[in-house]
Every structure is written in C-alpha cells, then in structure tokens.
C-alpha cells in the first residue's frame, strides 16, 4: 500500500506495505488552515521512519524526521516557508535504507554522513548559507 508521490524527486512513491502506528492527524481552522501529523511508518523489510509534520498556508515544517535501520540512523528538519528554506540533516543515511522506503527513484549517492545547517533564501538566493561537514560516495549508473 502506498499513500502517493514523495517530494524528493518526481516519479518516488513509497515503497508498500507499511504500517502506520501510532499516529496523529489535526486539522485546525477553516477549510483546515493548519494540518499537522506525528507519527509512526513502519515499512516492512525497510526502515521505521518517525516524523512530525506541520503545515499552514505559510509554510510546511517537518521536524525530527528520524529514518532508522540496521544500516542508517539519520535525522533531518526541513522548513519550507515562502522566501526561504532551512535543511537540517544529521547522521548516515544508506542508499539500500531509502530503496526500502521509495520505489521509481534513482538515489544520486550510495551513502552519506555528517552534521550540515543550511538557509536558502528563495528570494534572494545569493544570501544563502550553509554550514556542517558531509561526506558520501557518489555512484553513476553506465
């Protein structure tokens, strides 16, 4: 079962089936100005991925998305708002960790590490900043 596209690249859907436990779901105001979600996806033979979503007619917030198997543990924040994006990302996230996630999606690295803060300003891109160490290794299909 999947529930639609994932925003990472056109043409990535969940990969099925999972579960979804436990789970909060609020919608808040007229024609639910405010939608928020906390919980739990549990795929099977992939990740536990937990996750904290907000979203307004401003901005989108996901806070704390943790994405968690043998082989990954990584951490990431993402602040979507209407002049600037903030990225958070923290931790090692394998390739094999996001195909058990995703299907219909060429991952761009086999694996990546580290600490990295970044603002992008959408308005004014030249303003953007970023801070942290990465490191990865990067593949390319023949």
Same mark, same amino acid.
């Given at each position: 079962?999947?529930?639609?596209?994932?925003?990472?690249?056109?043409? =990535?859907?969940?990969?099925?089936?999972?579960?979804? $436990?436990? #789970?909060? /779901?609020?919608?808040? %105001?007229?024609?639910?100005? *405010?939608?928020?979600?906390?919980?739990?996806?549990?795929?099977?033979?992939?990740?536990?991925?937990?996750?904290?979503?907000?979203?307004?007619?401003?901005?989108?917030?996901?806070?704390?998305?943790?994405?968690?198997?043998?082989?990954?543990? =990584?951490?990431?924040?993402?602040?979507?708002?209407? $002049?600037? #994006?903030? /990225?958070?990302?923290? %931790?090692?996230?394998?390739? *094999?960790?996001?195909?058990?996630?995703?299907?219909?999606?060429?991952?761009?690295?086999?694996?990546?590490?580290?600490?990295?803060?970044?603002?992008?300003?959408?308005?004014?891109?030249?303003?953007?900043?970023?801070?942290?160490?990465?490191?990865?290794?990067?593949?390319?299909?023949?």
């Amino acid at each position: 079962m999947g529930f639609g596209a994932s925003p990472l690249a056109a043409g =990535a859907q969940t990969q099925g089936p999972f579960s979804i $436990s436990p #789970a909060q /779901l609020t919608l808040e %105001g007229k024609g639910a100005a *405010k939608i928020s979600f906390k919980g739990k996806l549990i795929f099977e033979n992939g990740p536990i991925v937990s996750m904290e979503v907000f979203a307004t007619p401003e901005d989108v917030v996901i806070r704390d998305l943790l994405i968690q198997d043998k082989m990954s543990r =990584a951490t990431v924040g993402l602040t979507l708002g209407k $002049s600037d #994006a903030v /990225l958070k990302f923290s %931790g090692e996230l394998n390739d *094999k960790t996001l195909q058990g996630m995703l299907r219909g999606n060429e991952l761009p690295a086999k694996w990546m590490k580290g600490n990295l803060q970044a603002r992008i300003r959408l308005d004014q891109p030249w303003l953007s900043t970023a801070d942290g160490d990465m490191e990865g290794r990067i593949f390319t299909s023949p």
